[in-house]
């Protein structure tokens, strides 16, 4: 079975500059979370879907974060405009339903200069 | 609200030595919990989990954590160590709010280990 994909792996970008995220979850899951890992903590959720619907986006800076899912498979995360504390590593997750374990991707290292 | 303690950030050990790695928790219920292990550049791995019943779980790589009510913890170990365990570990809490479940990991605690 595959896992969770995340592309890009590593990303460069300066302030102000707009980038953006990919997550395929593991076929069949209905859950999918964003969370974002700051150099020496632990992950921070941003965004929790079930399906395509928005269950919990009360950590998300909605002033340059967005997310979406459409179809209610892959998923999308954009930064527009980034700001130096956005470095972090970005994570993707899926559960098979809210509750369920979650499995995790790779992440993507967001370095913002 | 929910929060998860790790109390020790970094932690040294000798191979084939014993490890215990401490998880304290804050919450009304009994939440689900779990321990992650993070290698360098990678994503989290599930070590194990408790959701209910026998409160010693078994996990993958030799591990074990034991879910203590009265003193709100997870504790993670491991009989012996080897090189290769050598990285960060995350407890997380998972537990129902608003309708859905809240996920809240720890700091972690980076586990060096010593040939």
């Known amino acids: 079975e595959a896992g969770v994909a995340q592309s890009p792996r590593y990303k460069i970008i300066e302030k102000r500059q707009s980038v953006a995220f990919w997550c395929n979850p593991i076929s069949g899951h209905a859950t999918l979370y964003w969370y974002q890992q700051i150099l020496g903590q632990g992950p921070k959720l941003l965004i929790q879907?079930?399906?395509?619907?928005?269950?919990?986006d009360s950590q998300l800076p909605k002033d340059r974060f967005s997310a979406e899912r459409l179809k209610g498979v892959d998923s999308t995360l954009k930064i527009q405009p980034a700001k130096l504390e956005d470095s972090a590593v970005y994570l993707c997750?899926?559960?098979?339903?809210?509750?369920?374990?979650?499995?995790f991707g790779p992440g993507t290292r967001l370095t913002v200069l | 609200a929910q929060s998860v303690t790790q109390p020790d950030i970094h932690i040294t050990v000798s191979e084939g030595a014993s490890l215990e790695l401490r998880c304290n928790y804050s919450?009304?219920?009994?939440?689900?919990l779990f321990w992650y292990v993070q290698s360098p550049g990678q994503g989290l791995q599930l070590l194990l989990k408790?959701?209910?019943?026998?409160?010693l779980v078994q996990g993958i790589k030799g591990f074990e954590a034991e879910f203590k009510r009265s003193q709100s913890s997870f504790n993670l170990r491991k009989p012996s160590v080897h090189w290769s365990d050598a990285a960060e570990y995350f407890c997380?809490?998972?537990?129902?709010?608003?309708?859905?479940?809240?996920?809240?990991f720890g700091t972690g605690t980076r586990l060096k280990v010593l040939a």
């Open positions: 408790y959701f209910s019943g026998d409160t």
């Open positions: 997750a899926s559960s098979p339903r809210t509750g369920a374990t979650q499995y």
């Open positions: 997380a809490v998972g537990a129902e709010a608003s309708g859905t479940y809240k996920y809240i």
């Open positions: 919450y009304g219920a009994t939440p689900y």
């Open positions: 879907f079930q399906n395509n619907g928005v269950v919990d």
